[in-house]
């Protein structure tokens, strides 16, 4: 079956530690995403990216890293600068065309200790 | 910027009565407007989606919405509600341009179905 798998489901970390979190899409998709939830206040946008080899901020980037390597692969790193990293963290997908939907996978929630 | 406005951040309702989701938008200019659905510790899920032509769009699991283009609106009902309806509802926007594919989201609306 073709998805978005995250992963871990849960993930807890000590304060001033980087951790990856994995996003993998076998849809074939171009365009992947990183949204970040928090009660309230909706999905904001992390980093996206469109094509292999290129990725642009959202619109709360700082403290975030991503790096686009491989088409079906989309890694998000939470560096230490990052000031309120406790979260429910989602990757997206699509074919990345003008008003099509995106996929979502089912999320990692981080919590730092 | 893009902004999307949920009108209500809880709603409740009870079994089998309808409910409305209010949504607005910023736009004025073409927008693809989506509306999502979330249940607890899970990603999201496609409802419907409006591109262009009849401004009554019909979903899954009987929802619709109706695409407003002076008030720049584009609510979400339907009829007769279940306890499995309970879950976070997204409404979101692709105003294209540069970015297009991106969306931006709104704050979520909470509906809570009781018996």
């Known amino acids: 079956d073709g998805g978005i798998t995250q992963s871990p489901k849960y993930l807890f970390r000590k304060e001033g530690q980087n951790v990856t979190l994995s996003c993998e899409q076998n849809?074939?998709?171009?365009?992947m995403y990183w949204y970040r939830q928090d009660p309230g206040q909706g999905l904001r946008l992390i980093y996206y990216?469109?094509?292999?080899?290129?990725?642009q901020k959202g619109d709360i980037a700082e403290g975030y890293s991503v790096s686009r390597e491989k088409k079906e692969s989309f890694p998000l790193t939470v560096t230490s600068a990052q000031k309120n990293p406790t979260a429910f963290y989602l990757c997206?997908?699509?074919?990345?065309?003008?008003?099509?939907?995106?996929?979502f996978g089912p999320g990692t929630r981080l919590t730092v200790l | 910027a893009q902004s999307v406005t949920q009108l209500d951040s809880q709603v409740p309702v009870f079994e089998e009565a309808p409910v409305e989701l209010r949504c607005n938008y910023s736009?004025?200019?073409?927008?693809?407007l989506f509306w999502y659905v979330q249940y607890p510790n899970q990603g999201l899920q496609l409802l419907l989606k409006?591109?262009?032509?009849?401004?009554l769009v019909k979903g899954i699991n009987g929802f619709e919405a109706e695409f407003n283009k002076s008030q720049t609106s584009f609510h979400l009902r339907k009829p007769s509600v279940h306890i499995s309806d309970t879950a976070e509802y997204f409404c979101?926007?692709?105003?294209?341009?540069?970015?297009?594919?991106?969306?931006?989201f709104g704050q979520g609306t909470i509906l809570t179905v009781h018996p």
């Open positions: 979101a926007v692709d105003a294209g341009g540069t970015s297009y594919g991106k969306l931006t």
């Open positions: 409006y591109l262009s032509g009849s401004t």
């Open positions: 997206a997908s699509s074919i990345g065309r003008l008003g099509v939907e995106q996929f």
């Open positions: 990216s469109q094509i292999v080899n290129d990725f």
């Open positions: 849809l074939n998709h171009d365009a």
């Open positions: 736009s004025s200019v073409s927008v693809y």
